[in-house]
């Protein structure tokens, strides 16, 4: 199946070309990625830029997030070991879940990297970033900040209406927990970074300066 690009669906209207457009169209879908439209919304308010068989959901579906075609490591990949661990963190949650991926021939102890996610919770991108990170000889764990209220849902609209729901402190707070698990593991060197996306990328900087 071909993706079109944005400008690709929309013509010039209004005095407006196709490029600034198409802009437009992908400020309303970062919206809508970060909460502040659902997806109703975002398909009344994208109707406008609908053209001839082309819909509104027809846009919404070629914007929205295609894991399989992302995804660069497969799950079964067995130059690396996966598993999903749970980490204790007694002082917030009790524990956080995520996605553990070293090396299946490591020698010796391994630097880590902890992958934390936007804002709709462990989803397979950030599991396929951890086994990247594992192909270049890290280990990584990417826990997910919706472990109190289930996990996440297999799905990201789910995820970000999940996400609603955590205590957002607690949550930090447990990520620091995997922080620490990670580098404290007796394989690893002590020596870890932290990556993250979207809202993740706010919480990488608070988890790396847990102080």
């Known amino acids: 199946m071909l993706v079109r690009r944005p400008e690709q669906y929309y013509g010039a209207s209004g005095g407006r070309g196709p490029a600034a457009a198409a802009q ?5 879908f970062d919206l809508y990625v970060h ?7 975002f398909l009344e308010r994208a109707k406008k830029f609908a ?7 027809a ?8 894991y399989a075609w992302a995804e660069q490591v497969p799950k079964d990949d067995n130059r690396l070991k996966t598993e999903y661990q749970t980490v204790p963190s007694p ?3 009790g524990s956080i879940r995520g996605y553990f991926v070293r090396p299946a021939k490591a020698a010796g ?3 880590g990297v902890l992958v934390v996610h936007e804002n709709r919770g462990l989803n397979p991108y950030n599991e396929d970033v951890a086994r990247r990170l594992g192909m270049e000889n ?3 764990f990417a826990p997910d900040g ?6 996440y849902p297999g799905d990201d609209e789910k995820g970000g209406k999940a996400l609603q729901q955590v205590d957002r402190q607690k949550m930090l707070l447990d990520f620091v927990a995997a922080a620490r698990w990670l580098k404290t593991r007796p394989d690893c060197t002590g020596k870890i970074g932290v990556v993250g996306f979207c809202f993740g990328g706010e919480a990488s900087r608070i988890t790396s300066r847990p102080e």
Do not use: H
């Open 91 to 93: 002082d917030e949650n």
């Open 24 to 28: 437009e169209l992908l400020d309303l």
């Open 146 to 151: 919706l472990t109190s209220v289930g996990g």
């Open 35 to 41: 909460g502040d439209l659902d997806r109703r919304d």
């Open 59 to 66: 846009l919404w579906e070629s914007l929205r997030a295609n």
């Open 109 to 111: 102890k391994l630097p």
């Open 138 to 140: 890290f280990m990584a």
């Open 51 to 57: 053209t001839g068989t082309v819909t509104a959901l």
